[in-house]
């Protein structure tokens, strides 16, 4: 690093205290240096801009939509007016986003090039790949940070992957074209939906096999693990979404929604998110272009948000007051303030949004 040498005060003044070189009056040896403390200030803040740290990669509140057809990941910052900051590049189809370490990284996976992009959230770029099996769509880090699970949808298998070197530790069959992925907190069990058998996949890591299938809706996508032991699927063809007893692991009921004006085979659920508190779970209803707020205690709907076409992906601000819905057919983002229960403004976005997360 070079070393800067900062002026005295009698060089900064010129002549004013006799010819350079000249030593200073007792006076005005005395007298802070402020140009000096000026210079060094501006000196360490220029350092702190350009090193990536913690401090800088905390706290954003930046909001990422992946989209499969313009291959990037925008951000967009709701502390500028939701102005767009960045476009990231990524690997060809990327979907599923997760935070990792401490939301100091974001990985990607990106379906057609058989890898999950690392990006650095400090700097806003890809920085590392960890490869995959055939066609990565969905995924979950374990517990404790260590392992992916993916979801290898042209592979049908979902692999364990260990990330201190990257290696496929482990790799479970499953049914055809395997996508949504939940793991318990404690780690022992994997559930993975399989979309054309119409199946949730019961993994116990410990025996590292396959023990139970569970028969749900047609085309099962996402999972919500709630606190209260059940396992909300998205059947996206059924318009529905099943409840599974997680202590039987039987279904226990399958809730429908058909908003206003619609019918319900307009609903195609995929995207799934919950409060904090698991009082409160939101359903995005694909081609019925609405959102649905659910009461998970009584099941039933508060409320039907409009939002934009084909409503895919959500996520809830760390403060829960707005919720981000990506709309994969108009290509946009709906903001929705949650406790109006209303959207309040959409945000053009890339072609065919997949995917939002929101940095804490």
Same mark, same amino acid.
């Given at each position: 690093?070079?070393?800067?040498?900062?002026p005295?005060?009698?060089?900064?003044?010129?002549?004013?205290?006799?010819?350079?070189?000249?030593?200073?009056?007792?006076a005005?040896?005395?007298?802070?240096?402020w140009?000096?403390?000026?210079?060094?200030?501006?000196?360490?803040?220029? &350092?702190?801009?350009?090193?990536p740290?913690q401090?800088?990669?905390?706290?954003?509140?930046? +909001?990422?939509?992946?989209?499969?057809?313009?291959?990037?990941?925008?951000?967009?910052?709701?502390k500028?007016?939701?102005?767009?900051?960045?476009? &990231?590049?990524?690997?060809?189809?990327?979907?599923?986003?997760?935070?990792?370490?401490?939301h100091?990284?974001?990985?990607?996976?990106?379906?057609?090039?058989?890898?999950?992009? +690392? &990006?650095?959230?400090?700097?806003?770029?890809?920085v590392?790949?960890?490869?995959?099996?055939?066609?990565?769509?969905?995924?979950?880090?374990?517990?404790?940070?260590s392992?992916?699970?993916?979801?290898n949808?042209?592979?049908?298998?979902?692999?364990e992957i260990?990330?201190?070197?990257?290696?496929?530790?482990?790799?479970?069959?499953?049914?055809?074209?395997?996508?949504?992925? #939940?793991?318990?907190?404690d780690?022992?069990?994997?559930?993975?939906?399989?979309?054309?058998?119409d199946?949730?996949?019961?993994i116990?890591?410990?025996?590292? #096999?396959?023990?139970?299938?569970?028969?749900?809706?047609?085309?099962?996508?996402?999972?919500?693990?709630?606190?209260?032991?059940?396992l909300?699927?998205?059947?996206?063809l059924?318009?529905?979404?099943?409840?599974?007893?997680?202590a039987?692991?039987?279904?226990?009921?399958?809730?429908?929604?058909?908003?206003?004006?619609?019918?319900l085979?307009?609903?195609?659920?995929v995207?799934?998110?919950?409060?904090?508190?698991?009082?409160? #779970?939101?359903?995005?209803?694909?081609?019925?272009?609405?959102?649905a707020?659910?009461?998970?205690?009584?099941?039933?709907?508060?409320?039907?948000?409009?939002?934009?076409?084909?409503?895919?992906?959500?996520?809830?601000?760390?403060?829960?007051?707005?919720?981000?819905?990506?709309?994969?057919?108009?290509?946009?983002?709906?903001i +929705?303030?949650? #406790?109006?229960l209303?959207?309040?403004?959409?945000?053009?976005?890339?072609?065919?949004?997949?995917t939002?997360?929101?940095?804490?």
């Open positions: 690093m070079a070393h800067f040498r900062t005295s005060a009698a060089q900064s003044r010129g002549l004013a205290n006799g010819p350079a070189g000249a030593h200073p009056t007792k005005s040896a005395c007298r802070p240096d140009h000096h403390w000026r210079v060094l200030a501006a000196f360490v803040l220029l &350092i702190c801009t350009l090193l740290g401090a800088l990669a905390r706290g954003t509140g930046y +909001v990422f939509v992946s989209h499969e057809k313009a291959n990037n990941v925008v951000v967009v910052d709701p500028q007016d939701y102005k767009i900051v960045k476009w &990231i590049q990524t690997s060809h189809r990327p979907r599923d986003m997760k935070f990792h370490d401490n100091k990284q974001l990985f990607v996976a990106c379906g057609d090039d058989d890898v999950i992009d +690392v &990006i650095d959230v400090a700097t806003l770029s890809v590392d790949h960890i490869p995959t099996g055939a066609s990565p769509e969905m995924f979950q880090l374990s517990a404790d940070d392992k992916l699970y993916v979801s949808e042209e592979g049908s298998s979902v692999q260990n990330l201190a070197d990257k290696i496929i530790s482990r790799e479970f069959p499953t049914g055809a074209e395997p996508e949504g992925i #939940a793991v318990t907190p780690g022992k069990t994997v559930y993975v939906t399989s979309e054309a058998s199946l949730v996949h019961v116990d890591t410990a025996a590292g #096999a396959v023990t139970d299938d569970i028969v749900v809706g047609t085309r099962p996508r996402r999972f919500l693990l709630l606190p209260n032991n059940e909300w699927i998205s059947n996206e059924s318009g529905g979404v099943s409840v599974i007893d997680r039987t692991n039987k279904v226990s009921t399958t809730l429908k929604f058909v908003p206003p004006g619609l019918r085979n307009d609903v195609t659920p995207g799934m998110t919950e409060t904090k508190d698991g009082k409160v #779970a939101i359903i995005a209803l694909g081609h019925a272009n609405h959102v707020f659910v009461d998970t205690a009584t099941r039933k709907v508060k409320s039907y948000v409009l939002v934009g076409k084909r409503a895919w992906g959500v996520a809830l601000s760390p403060d829960e007051s707005t919720l981000y819905v990506a709309n994969g057919l108009s290509d946009d983002l709906t +929705v303030d949650t #406790a109006k209303k959207a309040v403004r959409t945000i053009p976005v890339g072609r065919v949004p997949h939002v997360v929101v940095d804490d």
